[in-house]
């Protein structure tokens, strides 16, 4: 029938527009719980070498995730992402036996971050840095 | 697809029972009007207000020293957070507008009188909540405005003799507005009111849901109500018009009109429900001149004024809401049409006019 017919024609009139509201105002919406870009931290770092002495760890934040830096007995340098790579927990520097371990599975990782034990199946990620006159400077 | 999921539901559930008895089946009064389209307005301002407050709660930080910094931040910074922020502080003015029409044509219609009598005072009751929480959310931004006028919002307690002063102090939760009012201000505003509310809200539409729905007491010859106290009886209105499709399109197109006019303040008016202390952030050393309350509080705050002892004016006020909440007691005449209720028309006339002339009063002043 004619009538059916129109009724129909409304019906997905009305439709239409709720859709289209209902995208206005999701949109906005979307955009607002969206995370915040360019909140990653600073992507270069420069610490001072002698910040750190012969064996010790110092942590800090790089590129919007955990890094840490030793200086093994040694004396070498070495800069690893402290994110575990099994579950993501931050791993610990234990410097009696400079080895690094996580706490939450008991993953173990070398000073230069290959897996010595527990769950982690793959090294720390390493990251770049350069020493010019005394300064350390990461990324 | 969708027809399928129904009839999944409908073999389990009986859903096409419900929606039968709900919606196609609910018939209403066939001369029912746009005002009674008022309510469903109101559950979806009131649905805005929630969604956009949870919003406003991932970024707000009820702290004094950091809130007037993260309204800032959720202003300028976050992506359409000055959408957000301007829907929930354009929402709650409108809700009172809104409120206040509803409220209007219940008294107009005769909605309130017996056996809808609960219906008016937990509507009633709303209307007192929805003023508490536009209260308490006031002060949420921390801004010299918000600041002020709880100052002044809480200080007319303290005329309530010999408890009044601690009364106060209880209610700012110390000596002057500070970092503990917004605690406990902001636990009412985003936890506690909203949870009565709804409860009310829900309360109201049971009311509304066994009284049946009142009809409009023009254009029949009959207005008056025919309610006897003798046994419970819904009141159906066989013949009416169903609820769906017919009237849910009324309500639709209520609620777009309401959106029409919600969004044009949002985006063309978008310092409404601002002065400009409301973008200076609270100093509690430096009183900024001519503070003055949201525009539904403007006859109260005048009232105050006018008054020579606080008491006195808390008082009128007090009997006058009193009083306006048992109007389903007092005026227990079954006689519906304003019409032929002079002596009514008369009174709600001039209330409204004296509500006016002192807000407009304590507007200019
Ligand atoms: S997260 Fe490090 S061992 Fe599981």
Redesign the pocket.
């Known amino acids: 029938m004619e009538n059916e017919g129109r009724r129909k024609f409304l019906g997905v009139c009305v439709a239409g527009c709720t859709v289209a509201a209902a995208a206005a105002a999701g949109y906005p919406v979307l955009r607002y719980l969206a995370p915040r870009s360019g909140q990653g931290g600073a992507a270069k770092l420069v610490i001072p070498a002698g910040e750190l002495k012969e064996g010790d760890a110092k942590f800090f934040e790089f590129a919007g995730s955990s890094a840490v830096l030793i200086k093994t007995s040694s004396g070498q340098l070495v800069a690893l992402s402290a994110v575990?790579t099994?579950?993501?927990?931050i791993v610990q520097w234990v410097k009696e036996k400079q080895q690094f371990l996580?706490p939450?599975?008991?993953?173990q990782f070398s000073t230069d971050g290959t897996v010595l034990g527990?769950?982690?199946p793959r090294p720390l990620a390493k990251i770049p840095f350069t020493v010019t006159e005394g300064n350390i400077t990461i990324g | 697809m969708l027809n399928r999921l129904y009839r999944w539901l409908d073999l389990r559930y009986g859903i096409g029972e419900i929606a039968e008895k709900e919606l196609t089946g609910y018939l209403l009064p066939r001369n029912i009007n746009e005002w009674y389209s008022l309510g469903s307005v109101l559950l979806v301002i009131f649905a805005i207000q929630v969604v956009t407050g949870m919003l406003l709660m991932i970024y707000y930080v009820p702290d004094a020293d950091k809130a007037f910094k993260s309204v800032s931040f959720i202003m300028n910074e976050v992506p359409f957070g000055w959408f957000i922020r301007l829907c929930h502080a354009v929402g709650s003015n409108m809700m009172v507008a809104v409120l206040l029409m509803h409220m209007l044509s219940t008294l107009m219609m005769g909605s309130y009188k017996a056996p809808r009598e609960l219906n008016w005072v937990t509507g009633f009751t709303l209307f007192a909540l929805v003023q508490g929480i536009s209260l308490t959310g006031y002060l949420a931004p921390w801004s010299q405005l918000s600041f002020w006028a709880t100052t002044v919002a809480t200080n007319s307690v303290s005329a309530i003799p010999v408890l009044g002063p601690t009364l106060v102090e209880f209610l700012r939760g110390g000596k002057l507005v500070g970092p503990a009012t917004l605690g406990r201000f902001f636990a009412l505003h985003a936890a506690v009111l909203p949870v009565v509310i709804a409860a009310f809200i829900g309360a109201h539409l049971f009311f509304l849901k066994r009284t049946g729905i009142s009809a409009p007491p023009f254009g029949r010859d009959e207005t008056a109500n025919p309610f006897e106290a003798r046994e419970y009886h819904y009141q159906g209105h066989p013949g009416g018009i169903p609820f769906f499709p017919n009237y849910a399109l009324q309500d639709l197109s209520s609620i777009s009109i309401y959106f029409a006019v919600f969004l044009a303040v949002v985006f063309f008016w978008p310092n409404m429900p601002f002065t400009p202390d409301a973008f200076v952030p609270a100093d509690p050393f430096k009183t900024p001149a001519h503070i003055k309350p949201e525009w539904y509080f403007l006859a109260n705050y005048q009232t105050l004024k006018i008054f020579p002892s606080e008491l006195l004016g808390l008082s009128v006020q007090a009997a006058a809401m009193t009083f306006l909440a048992l109007l389903p007691f007092i005026d227990r005449s079954p006689e519906r049409h304003p019409l032929k209720r002079p002596l009514f028309l008369t009174l709600a006339i001039a209330g409204i006019l004296l509500w006016i002339a002192l807000s407009v009063w304590g507007h200019l002043s």
């Open positions: 575990c099994h579950l993501g927990c996580c939450c599975h008991g993953g527990g769950p982690p």
